[in-house]
């Protein structure tokens, strides 16, 4: 059972926009940064989002970040079948002490 | 360039310990902390901790403190993660990331397969 939740998949149409969420709770979304991963099986994870919406050097504008209370959302426009992965966001837990995932959700490009 | 190098996988029996490192090259080795994250197989990432390269200062997740143990040798520029009484659900992909700060992880090795089994 994983700290933050996440649904456990998405999907959408290539060119659709479509956007994924993280709630958590007063502890962790509620008073800290949320960072978003993007992996591909097999592989390492990939940083996408950090600070809730920055964007890391190569990272497409197309993948956007947005916080509110203690939820926070993944949106990615202009939808490629490139895009089809793993993503997991993650935050600082202050009753934990600690980084807590959420379980992620399996984008899938129809 | 940047490179994070672990060594290779690891079959261990239930009660074993397994100890995992993680090479860096390409950069100044002290100027970034360095998490170990792990993800069992089909399963999310989980955090394990950190480790400040330059004084050995370590950070632990509470689920597995007093189990795990974070150390580096900067002479070779090397972090480790040893797992202490391992059991079957410590059966994952262990990672090593460095951080520019927080959970901005630029850099990752390439994963270390941990499986535990009798």
């Known amino acids: 059972q994983s700290v933050l939740t996440q649904p456990p998949s998405a999907s959408g149409t290539p060119g659709q926009r479509v956007t994924m969420s993280c709630s958590g709770s007063s502890s962790n979304i509620g008073s800290n940064n949320v960072y978003w991963f993007q992996q591909f099986p097999g592989t390492a994870p990939k940083l996408l989002l950090y600070?809730?919406?920055q964007r890391p050097s190569g990272v497409p504008d197309r993948f956007s970040g947005s916080k509110s209370g203690t939820s926070a959302s993944l949106a990615i426009s202009g939808l490629r079948s490139e895009d089809e992965a793993d993503y997991y966001c993650a935050a600082w837990d202050d009753s934990l002490s600690g980084w807590v995932f959420g379980g992620g959700a399996k984008l899938t490009v129809l | 360039q940047v490179q994070l190098v672990q060594s290779g996988a690891e079959v261990k029996k239930p009660g074993a310990s397994v100890k995992v490192s993680c090479k860096a090259s390409g950069y100044t080795f002290t100027s970034y902390f360095m998490h170990w994250v792990r993800q069992a197989p089909g399963q999310g990432l989980e955090w394990m901790g950190l480790i400040d390269p330059t004084g050995g200062s370590t950070s632990y997740a509470q689920k597995f403190q007093g189990r795990v143990t974070m150390t580096r040798d900067t002479s070779t520029s090397t972090v480790y993660m040893e797992l202490n009484s391992l059991r079957s659900d410590d059966t994952a992909v262990y990672y090593c990331?460095?951080?520019?700060?927080?959970?901005?992880?630029?850099?990752w090795g390439q994963g270390t397969l941990v499986t535990v089994s009798s």
């Open positions: 990331g460095r951080t520019a700060g927080q959970l901005e992880i630029d850099y």
């Open positions: 600070r809730n919406n």
